[in-house]
C-alpha cells in the first residue's frame, strides 16, 4: 500500500513541481510593459520612445482598433513615416502625422486622430530594421496636466522625463 500511495504521489506531485517551476520562470522572464511619452507642443503631437543607446527610430506608425470587422490583424493603419529629419527623430523624439520629423511618408493621414491611438516604431540596432514595439496615446489625458520642458505624460497617467522613459529599457551592458 505504500508503494502504491509513494508512486502515485510521485506520479501527480513531479509533473505539478515541473510545471509551478517553469511557470514561475515564464512570469519571471516575461517582457516588462513601457511606457511610450507623449505631450502636445504647439499643436502637434511629440512623442518619446524608450531606447537603448545602441538604438535608432527608423520610422513610426499610427494606428487605430478595428471594431467588428475582421481585417487583418485588427488594426488600422492612420499614419506611417519613414527616415528620420534629425539626429533628435533618430533617438526616438519624434512628432507624429506629418512630414516635420520624417523624410517619407508611406501613408498619409486621410482621416482625423481618435481620441486613443497606438505609436508603433520600427527600429535600428546593429544594422538590423525592425518592429520595436508601440505604446498607446490618450489625447484626453493631455487636457488635465500641466508638463515641464522636459516631462511627457504616458498612457498609465504618470508624467516620466526623457530619461526616465528610456530608464525604462534594460540594455546590453547595464
Known sequence: MRSLLRATLTTVLLPLGAVAGLSSCVLTNAPVAMDFGYRLEGGDILIAV?????????????ETGVDGEGRGDGFETLWSASGPRSPEVSRGVFFVDG??????QEEP???????????????ASAGEVEEAGSG??????????????????????????REEINAQRTCPGD
Open 99 to 104: 512630414v516635420r520629423s520624417f523624410t517619407t
Open 50 to 62: 524608450p531606447l537603448c543607446p545602441a538604438e535608432t527610430v527608423h520610422g513610426a506608425r499610427i
Open 136 to 161: 498607446s496615446v490618450d489625447l484626453g489625458g493631455l487636457k488635465s496636466v500641466t508638463l515641464g520642458e522636459d516631462e511627457f505624460l504616458t498612457y498609465r497617467g504618470r508624467i516620466m522625463t
Open 109 to 123: 493621414r486621410s482621416k482625423p486622430l481618435p481620441k486613443v491611438f497606438y505609436v508603433s516604431t520600427r527600429t
